[in-house]
């Protein structure tokens, strides 16, 4: 039977309500739809930006959040789609290898371990949180000029103040670390994937997500590549990220509810 239960997952430096306008668009073409928070993400921005409630944030892993929602997943009463954002992108994709999905959409997705580019964006763009100077037992902070460059690029100016200031938190050094060496099993049979490309992303280049993609060689597995012009990152919120919705909704009603060999 074809899933009508989305759950969405955020990335680095966010939390659930980068989902803000996903949620009621796909709400109202009948999923249900759940955002949970990464471990200790359930707090306001506010709060997680002052480090309140951050006790447990430098000690998070890829594995601990991939683990969490793994156990969300196992307490539904049917496989989810699952749909995520950068690093959680790269988490639908840990999880389709665990075949706990009816289908995944993995946007931006960070890369796993074995997928790599040395394109200056995208080493500008990802140093600052997978440098091996910095202590661990430190949280990195995203400054604005940062997340101007990584995130919103082409936003105008007004604009990139207002998603830095609503969505961005601090993030733990141990996440991006871990994805370094994340492994995927490209060969696995696994349910529907679509991924998603923005040609404008530095932190994610499409280039990137295309040699992601190029990896899946299983016959009879369905993958899906769709880059979309002028994107960049932050993608999920950039004004017009409905064209973006809807081509998943188009795909999800042809894709998802197909069978993936076993």
């Known amino acids: 039977m074809k899933s009508r239960s989305i759950i969405f997952i955020h990335g680095m430096y966010m939390t659930p309500l ?10 109202a073409r009948g999923y249900r739809c759940l955002a949970p928070a990464w471990p200790g993400r359930d707090h306001p921005v506010e709060i997680l930006r ?35 954002h950068s690093m959680g992108a790269l988490t639908v994709q840990l999880l389709l290898n665990k075949d706990l999905a009816a289908a995944g959409v993995a946007i931006d997705s960070a890369p796993p371990g074995g997928v790599l580019t040395i394109s200056w964006p995208f080493l500008k763009s990802n140093w600052p949180h997978i440098t091996p100077f910095a202590s661990l037992d430190r949280p990195v902070e ?4 940062r997340f101007q460059y ?4 082409s936003f105008p100016m007004q604009e990139q103040k207002t998603a830095f200031e ?15 060496t994340a492994k995927v099993d490209f060969k696995h049979p696994h349910a529907p994937l679509l991924l998603i490309a923005g040609s404008n992303d530095h932190l994610i280049p499409a280039s990137l997500n ?42 999800l009603k042809d894709r998802a509810d197909q069978e993936h060999p076993a």
């Open 18 to 27: 980068c989902w803000e306008n996903w949620i009621p668009y796909f709400s």
């Open 50 to 84: 002052t480090n309140k409630g951050m006790s447990n944030l430098v000690s998070l892993t890829l594995s601990d959040v991939v683990e969490h929602f793994a156990g969300i997943i196992q307490g539904l009463d049917e496989k989810p789609i699952l749909i995520g």
């Open 142 to 145: 995203m400054s604005f000029e």
């Open 150 to 153: 990584t995130f919103v690029n």
């Open 166 to 180: 609503r969505y961005v938190v601090p993030e733990s050094r141990r996440v991006p670390r871990q994805s370094l």
């Open 210 to 251: 295309m040699t992601n993609y190029a990896r899946y060689k299983v016959a009879g597995s369905i993958t899906d590549f769709k880059e979309f012009e002028g994107r960049t990152h932050f993608i999920i919120g950039q004004p017009g990220w409905e064209e973006v919705a809807e081509h998943i909704l188009n795909w």
